[in-house]
């Protein structure tokens, strides 16, 4: 028998909105707005068209926002059993299912009307990322590669950020990008995925915490690897200079530490080293603004 709560009042039912779409939790706004600013300012040569740009930050909070709406309505049976997650709004009976597609629809529907303002090319691209960010979170459930969709579903922003700022498709540094973004956000979504390995595997979820089993450190490591060496061909594809490789080094730096973090499979230190991505993140974007704005 479900249990029952008191009539919400409107503001009480706008703030549990909130809690489903995570705006006490950003990060995972800023783990998708970097890869995006990466490849704005890496396509213009420095600052990029002020529309262009202004489109793609709101557009990273709505579909995150979007997002984390239709991971709650795929898994509010599941979230049930998972410390971490029982208490979501939607788990815990809350708000409806109803409720939880009413907010991605709607949240999709601004998201989507704000590629008007970009070239037709980039309004066809914007589909892909929808069905890629609706799609994901049902993917656990068939596949122990979740991850690697989250990581196409996040990267995709490159290859739109690329054509909204040129109206062109990417060039070869883009797709680069584009592989670096998916090499980085899997390993990171990894780390994420091994604070909860032992609820999933008894309720019968699907990971690369799982399938990579005791070589998650060693994969994930490779992962954070190609990741950089990408990103390395990238800055030489484009040309970018020492501001460049020092963000790489410090990018490098934080995988070590991040590794140091998830040596003993701590679920409060994976959670850990998960966070200190966006320092990575916030550090290679602090790197190509600086390169770009000296040379």
């Not at 930050?57 to 898994?75: E, K, W």
């Not at 008007?116 to 980039?122: G, K, M, R």
């Not at 998650?216 to 501001?243: C, K, N, S, T």
């Not at 409060?268 to 390169?291: E, I, K, Q, S």
Request: net charge neutral; charged share 15%; proline share 4%.
């Amino acid at each position: 028998m479900q249990p029952t709560h008191a009539p919400l009042s409107l503001l009480d039912r706008l703030q549990l909105y909130g809690q489903l779409i995570r705006l006490d939790k950003p990060i995972g706004i800023f783990l998708l707005l970097w890869p995006t600013l990466w490849a704005l300012w890496i396509a213009a040569d420095g600052l990029p068209d002020l529309t262009v740009l202004a489109v793609f930050c709101v557009g990273v909070f709505l579909m995150r926002s979007a997002g984390c709406a239709i991971n709650d309505y795929a898994d509010r049976d599941i979230d049930l059993h998972v410390e971490r997650t029982r208490n979501r709004p939607l788990a815990a009976r809350l708000i409806s299912p109803a409720e939880a597609l009413g907010v991605f629809a709607v949240l999709s529907l601004l998201a989507f009307s704000l590629v008007f303002f970009l070239n037709t090319a980039t309004r066809w691209m914007s589909v892909g990322g929808v069905l890629l960010a609706a799609s994901y979170p049902f993917m656990k459930r068939f596949h122990h590669l979740p991850q690697i969709h989250l990581g196409i579903a996040f990267a995709w922003a490159v290859p739109m950020a690329y054509t909204a700022q040129t109206g062109a498709f990417p060039d070869r540094s883009g797709w680069m990008l584009f592989i670096a973004a998916i090499l980085w956000t899997t390993a990171y979504d990894t780390m994420y995925a091994m604070t909860d390995r032992e609820e999933d595997l008894r309720i019968g979820v699907k990971s690369t915490a799982i399938l990579f089993g005791d070589a998650d450190r060693v994969i994930i490591g490779a992962l954070q690897a190609m990741m950089l060496f990408a990103l390395y061909l990238v800055g030489r594809e484009v040309g970018l200079h020492w501001p460049w490789h020092v963000g790489l080094a410090a990018a490098a730096l934080f995988s070590l530490y991040q590794q140091f973090l998830i040596r003993q499979r701590n679920p409060r230190d994976c959670f850990r080293a998960f966070l200190n991505n966006n320092y990575l993140g916030m550090t290679l974007f602090v790197a190509v603004v600086v390169d770009k704005a000296l040379y």
